[in-house]
């Protein structure tokens, strides 16, 4: 849904990222994830982007930045500015280890009734439709755990949004460092919502990237 409505003023391009969608079976690494961001950059072929990464993406992004930032104009982390190390890491790490015996039919199963009971079927439906990443799930975590905190804001040189749901305790819990750690960072909140922010109130969503976006200094 944000794709259509952003590129009505913006070129957008969204990602499969290793291990999702269309590279469902390209085995998972964050080396791999930044080579795609950066290709999926240079296919709209105008400068420096604007990376928007949710979760998992957000981590993604915040490892593009470090690795390729002449590509980058600016970045919205969502739903990713919580420390990925120390003990907060613990339960995922132990989710990480129960999801591969789990059969992965009955957790997509459990998923899609989960989407379609919170939200509308015009929301969820492209999702449930590509299908999850539960395999990749082990291995992204294993990298991305103990790996990024508050610090990796230092490799951003450009504007950051990190924009959070109100109601996702878990994966806002750093905001406030991250937004320290930078000096053009801000948080913005969307009332009301959880970790699948754009899902739970997508134009809030939409309208907080477009603003960003409009207000990032032009390139050159």
């Not at 400068?47 to 915040?62: E, I, Q, T």
């Not at 990749?136 to 951003?156: K, N």
């Amino acid at each position: 849904m944000q794709l259509a409505a952003l590129r009505e003023e913006f070129p957008v391009v969204a990602i499969d990222l290793p291990g999702h969608g269309k590279r469902s079976t390209q085995p998972w690494s964050l080396s791999a994830a930044t080579e795609i961001i950066a290709s999926a950059v240079d296919s709209l072929d105008r400068g420096p982007a604007l990376v928007v990464g949710h979760s998992l993406g957000g981590y993604a992004s915040l490892e593009f930045a470090r690795c390729c930032p002449e590509r980058l104009r600016g970045m919205v982390l969502a739903g990713a500015s919580a420390s990925t190390r120390g003990l907060w890491a613990t339960p995922y790490r132990w989710v990480a280890r129960l999801v591969p015996r789990l059969p992965a039919d009955r957790l997509a199963r459990w998923n899609d009734r989960f989407l379609r009971r919170l939200y509308p079927q015009e929301v969820v439906e492209a999702t449930i439709r590509s299908g999850y990443a539960f395999h990749t799930l082990p291995a992204a975590w294993a990298e991305v755990l103990g790996r990024f905190d508050a610090d990796a804001m230092r490799h951003v040189k450009v504007p950051v949004l990190i924009l959070n749901g109100e109601r996702d305790p878990v994966f806002r819990a750093g905001e406030a460092d991250f937004a320290r750690a930078h000096p053009h960072a801000r948080v913005e909140l969307i009332p009301r919502a959880r970790h699948l922010a754009n899902f739970d109130d997508p134009d809030a969503f939409t309208d907080a990237v477009r603003r960003f976006a409009r207000r990032l200094p032009a390139v050159g």
